[in-house]
């Protein structure tokens, strides 16, 4: 709920009560922490996490972090899997890194997402 009341603008979601600079403050602290440990942890397979939020969005055709989440949460476990399951059985007896597809997958996925993304946008005068 916080996350949509932000995206209708600083004036709205402050005029219906929400403390904008705190929760913006929270989110970005909440966010880099997340993204850290993650980083650390799982290393560069961690770049689906870009990509599936742009897919879930695309999707659902909403905004709505509520369905968002959720859903961007599942792609990501899909994506990581099938990317695992590729470089298992692609080049077998090899067994390459994950890494590896999760950059050659995600990679374009990214760019063809934000080629869009740019074209959609009106030109300035």
């Known amino acids: ?34 993204v850290a440990a993650v980083v650390a942890v799982a290393g560069p397979i961690s770049f689906i996490g870009l990509l599936s939020p742009h897919l879930a969005r695309r999707l659902l055709r909403t905004s709505d972090a509520r369905q968002v989440l959720p859903l961007s949460a599942i792609l990501g476990a899909l994506l990581l899997c099938a990317a695992d399951l590729l470089a298992r059985r692609a080049f077998a007896p090899l067994d390459l890194p994950v890494g590896v597809f999760t950059t050659v997958i995600g990679g374009p996925l990214l760019l063809i997402l934000l080629r869009g993304r740019l074209g959609a946008r009106p030109e300035a005068a």
């Open 1 to 34: 709920r916080t996350l949509n009341l932000l995206q209708l603008g600083d004036d709205v979601a402050r005029g219906l009560g929400l403390p904008v600079g705190r929760v913006r403050l929270m989110t970005l602290t909440l966010g880099a922490a997340l």
